[in-house]
């Protein structure tokens, strides 16, 4: 799921690839935002893109 997130996809996206309800995705990615201590997508993609330097 982080992974796909760190492409910049949408919740809804990520709940149909996955066959996950779309409260669950939001669950999985606020907890992925407490984690990685962030607070918005773009933060997620910049977090992902520092490693892949």
């Known amino acids: 799921m982080l992974l796909l997130l760190a492409e ?6 990520i709940a149909e690839e996955l066959v996950l ?3 669950t ?3 999985y990615v606020k ?3 407490q984690k990685l ?3 918005s997508k773009q933060d997620v993609i910049d977090f992902a893109k520092s ?3």
């Open 8 to 13: 910049g996809r949408s919740s809804s996206y």
């Open 21 to 23: 309800s779309a409260n």
């Open 25 to 27: 995705v939001r669950g």
């Open 31 to 33: 907890n992925i935002y």
């Open 37 to 39: 201590d962030v607070h």
């Open 51 to 53: 490693f892949k330097d």
